[in-house]
DNA sequence: ATGAAAGCGCTAACAA
DNA sequence: TTGTTAGCGCTTTCAT
């Protein structure tokens, strides 16, 4: 059996309120005593039993992260600032991953409600009244990261809209006249929680319009790679492929690379994260970079502070900036 | 407040115990009662407390992951393979990193133990009898991955060894001749525990060896591109650079390109890890391949059955396969 | 300065 | 079938 501060109290000869004031530098002990309690909680082994306190405290000291899965450089670089973080506030950090499940989300966070963890950092899926209903009923400090929800929740992000724009802007300056872009598919349009997604989308609309272009192609599935097959790109006029994500743009530029094509002078690709893979890469690829880690850090500073204070640090919702990396695929 | 069983019991007009068995599906209760709580736990949207059941069970169905950092493109692709085979059987997963710092881990592992996870995936940068000692005192099943500590743990790896030998076998087969071994540096040589390190530096120099072959740099330090500046790989004998993992191996690539190397007419280049992103490298990287993912996967099935039976799965060490990739760098 | 005791929310053993 | 009760290990309040 595990030593408890009653195998202290015993072995010491004095009562656990005795005990807990000397290992918790409680008031009211006597220097003298305190000492030869932790001495023997020392030589004992003794090893505090953080759910028993977290169940009189009311405070886990944990918090956790829904994310949909580490395949992208991305998340893991996220992940990585957020646990940092998060142990140098002294709390420990639970881990789950969605894999963009509806379901499973809802479960994950169910799960890290009943593990009551004093706070969630929430990459959601689900978005809809239903669902910040449920968030507000589990009544637990949540942030919300990338993917926006409503007012109701802090958010930590960057203006994915206004990122993209400027940078198709760049892009357009350059003399491009076609474009087609590529995101992820859009199955459950409405349904989920694809803010991001739609920000970056709607970024790109917005620039060709600002330049009364009206040629584009939008690419929202999977089989991406099959739709560029159909076309000749030294045939059209000059395009450039945009893509919602660095990930994306590396299978296009291999791709392309596959069927002989030269870039940027046949095609332009362009990227959007700057993942730290990118400086292998070659050409280098034209993207949008933001800094992921601050917004790991943001996120625990602000659901800390939430639980710590009653309330997030700022009133609006906190946008990180972004910059544009022109590279040579462009 | 939060619902308790109390106050389910109370609005239902039964005792907590037999709300409790009604939640729980134990047996002994009306099937119309037991409907009656259901009803009245999903009505006051009932959620249990898993730190109280924690207590009184003994168990709190949490496994805890120590890691170095989420650098390595493998760290992460394992611990997406931890989570996911982890939630499958039902438990949730800390996640703690150590950045390589010895005593940081030893206070990630008294925390987890502290937090009373059930179970503890090991990537440990400590070693030695004291540690060992240690983990022992704490008396939680432990699985070690990729860095062995020593027979009495159970441990999920590769046979490094060979494989970095049957790799480094292959490239003398094409006839190089001399050999620069890139490996991280050695800062704490006899401390900290390098085991993959180690044996992949073993391993090449078993091959070595096994050719006759002498010929032969090893650079331990971060400053290894330093080291390169100075060698003229067009005057000496035929040269293979063979890099301890994928990571150093695309920097030296990029450096050998910058300096405009041919690759591998000049100087041939070998990694380590077959990292998902080497697809979109070119030359393409020969390195060696192993299963990450089912690492992840029998690191928790082995523990979980070790936390559920008693003992693990095999008497002995389990070692996964390896391939050796014939890329175009060398 | 110290001890005694109640109780956090749940489970499990024993009674009824 | 259901109720009662004693903890799990700790914190906290109230006595002493």
Known sequence: MRVTIKD???????????????????????????????????????????????????????LGIVLFDLYNR?????????????????????????????????????????????????????????????LHGISIPIVTIFNFLSADWEYIGIPERAAMRNGVSHIINKGYQQFI???????????????????????FLEALSANNLTETEIIRHNDYLADLETIDFRKQAKTAIICSCD??????????KKKGYQI???????????????KYISPSLTTIEYPVEDIGYKAVESIVHKIENGSYIGKETSELSYRFIAGEST
């Not at 004992?44 to 944990?62: Q, W």
């Not at 009551?116 to 959601?124: C, W």
């Not at 940027?264 to 990118?278: H, S």
């Open 74 to 134: 991305s998340f893991a670089q996220l992940l990585n600032a957020v646990e940092l973080r998060a142990r140098q506030y002294g709390y420990f950090l639970y881990i789950a991953l969605t894999d963009k499940d509806m379901e499973n989300e809802k479960q994950c966070i169910e799960y890290l409600a009943n593990h009551k963890v004093d706070g969630i950092i929430l990459f959601s899926v689900n978005k809809g009244q239903e669902f910040e209903e449920y």
């Open 264 to 278: 940027p002078e046949d095609v332009g690709v362009m990227g959007f994260d700057n993942i730290d893979v990118l």
């Open 8 to 62: 202290i109290a015993k072995h010491c000869g004095v009562s656990s309120g005795t005990v807990d004031r000397a290992l918790n530098n409680r008031p009211g002990i006597k220097e003298k005593t305190k000492q030869k309690v932790l001495k023997a909680a020392k030589e004992l082994k003794y090893r505090p039993d953080f759910t028993a306190r977290s169940l009189v405290k009311g405070r886990t000291m944990t």
């Open 181 to 203: 872009y590529i995101s992820p598919p859009l199955k459950y349009e409405g349904l989920t929680n694809i803010y991001t997604q739609e920000e970056r989308l709607h970024g």
């Open 247 to 256: 990930l994306y743009a590396l299978e296009v530029m291999r791709f392309l």
